[in-house]
């Protein structure tokens, strides 16, 4: 990794993949602490915000999106090969995202009903992680992250170590900013028992339910949820779609929706 030492700035990159670009926002609506970060590193490839030089080498590179079609497997095989560092982000790129909801389906039938000549469309039939493909030296999970979490992995990687990432439950977290659980006062579906933290508890503080958009949360008990989510009255392909969300792929949430999928199919339903 790199360090503080005197010298040339570590080149850094940021690379899209199949995503909306949300996570790329994160860096652009820093404001001024864009400047900060300008003075830590030398960001030679970001399309978004202007910089373009995909093949560069560079020391850091920051990769949003998923693996969707042959040319991201490609792609994604060169960055690897020309950066020092690989920092996967967001939902997309840590587990594939909300299109991953097609490693689900027939993503050939999803192709032919949208599109009239689905052959010339360039997909593959699953979304999936960076890690799936390369060798990821961070994730940082959120749909997307913020901008704490962002800094903070550079920093530290510029000191030569990874960043301390919480894993918190959203519960926890909406205890510190006093949202009342909709869960159990609304009787309403939320996924913060088994969700990390990153929001700040938002939704729930809005009196929504978490979307658990920062992945799978430290020694989960998604039997136990899906058990009060069956007792608020949710049928089985309700509780699924609980888990089959923005991180749908996570193993934690997939394992639990194949689970429960596996269970209605026992019992006759």
Not at 120 to 129: F, V
Request: glycine share 10%.
């Amino acid at each position: 990794m790199q360090t503080s030492t005197p010298g040339p700035k570590p080149r850094m990159a940021v690379h899209k993949f199949a995503s909306c670009d949300g996570c790329q926002l994160t860096f652009l609506n820093m404001g001024e602490t864009l400047l900060q970060l300008a003075d830590m590193v030398e960001l030679v490839h970001f399309a978004e915000a202007g910089p373009v030089a995909p093949d560069a080498e560079v020391d850091i590179a920051f990769i949003e999106g998923s693996v969707t079609t042959e040319h991201d497997l490609e792609r994604i095989k060169q960055i690897r090969s020309h950066s020092g560092f690989i920092v996967a982000f967001g939902a997309c790129a840590t587990a594939g995202g909300i299109q991953a909801l097609r490693n689900f389906a027939d993503a050939g039938e999803w192709l032919s009903a949208v599109y009239a000549t689905p052959e010339y469309i360039d997909s593959l039939a699953t979304s999936t992680p960076m890690s799936d493909h390369v060798k990821v030296d961070l994730e940082i999970w959120g749909c997307p992250p913020n901008r704490d979490q962002v800094l903070g992995a550079i920093r530290a990687w510029l000191y030569g170590t990874l960043p301390k990432q919480s894993q918190d439950k959203v519960c926890m977290e909406c205890k510190r900013q006093h949202a009342v659980c909709v869960l159990v006062a609304k009787g309403m579906p939320c996924m913060g028992p088994v969700t990390q933290t990153g929001c700040g508890a938002l939704c729930p503080s809005f009196g929504r339910g978490c979307y658990s958009c920062y992945g799978p949360a430290e020694a989960l008990n998604t039997d136990s949820l899906a058990g009060w989510f069956e007792g608020l009255g949710l049928l089985p392909e309700d509780i699924t779609r609980q888990f089959r969300h923005l991180n749908n792929s996570a193993p934690g949430f997939r394992d639990a929706a194949t689970n429960i999928i596996s269970t209605d199919a026992g019992h006759g339903h």
